[in-house]
């Protein structure tokens, strides 16, 4: 009988473990990339049920890359990806730039179509500083979190 009081409370002792570390999350991006200078990147995924998204874009070499994520409604208007980044109109989830660190940016997001923007094009915050546009190898992780 002890046994089995053991085996429920491992496995429940489990199931919280793997629900606290992300393990039921779905990933929808987990790249690294490379991201030459003046260049920049799109990542889409679609929602069909308003969310919960964790996203992050760690610097892994390189110059420090910018990035938004914004609804895919405003690439088919024929903007220029520079103008869309440069706008802060379509900065409705924010404006970020990668770390080392990995932080996570977490939004809650309605159903719909949305595209992260990863732009090289600045000469922003280089490393090492010496003011010339760099290469940059970056990871970004996309989770969309299971909802409790």
Same mark, same amino acid.
């Given at each position: ?37 003046? *260049?920049?990147?799109?990542?889409? $995924?679609? !929602?069909?049920?308003? =969310?919960?998204?964790? /996203? ?5 070499? &390189? ?37 080392? *660190?990995?932080?996570?940016?977490? $939004?809650? !997001?309605?159903?719909? =179509?949305?595209?992260? /923007? ?5 000469? &922003? ?24």
């Amino acid at each position: 009988m002890k046994k089995i009081y053991f085996s429920v409370f491992l496995l429940i002792l489990l199931l919280i473990v793997a629900y606290q570390t992300g393990f039921f999350n779905k990933r929808v991006v987990n790249e690294q990339i490379s991201l030459n200078a003046g *260049e920049y990147s799109l990542y889409d $995924f679609e !929602l069909e049920e308003k =969310k919960d998204v964790k /996203i992050s874009c760690q610097r892994l070499e &390189g110059a420090v890359v910018e990035w938004l994520v914004v609804k895919q409604g405003y690439l088919k208007k024929d903007l220029f990806v520079g103008d869309i980044i440069d706008d802060l109109q379509f900065r409705d989830y924010g404006f970020f730039t990668s770390t080392e *660190e990995q932080q996570v940016q977490r $939004f809650t !997001l309605k159903p719909g =179509k949305y595209t992260i /923007i990863l732009n090289n094009t600045k000469h &922003g915050e280089i490393y090492p500083s010496d003011f010339a546009q760099q290469d940059s190898i970056v990871k970004v992780r996309v989770e969309i979190i299971k909802n409790p």
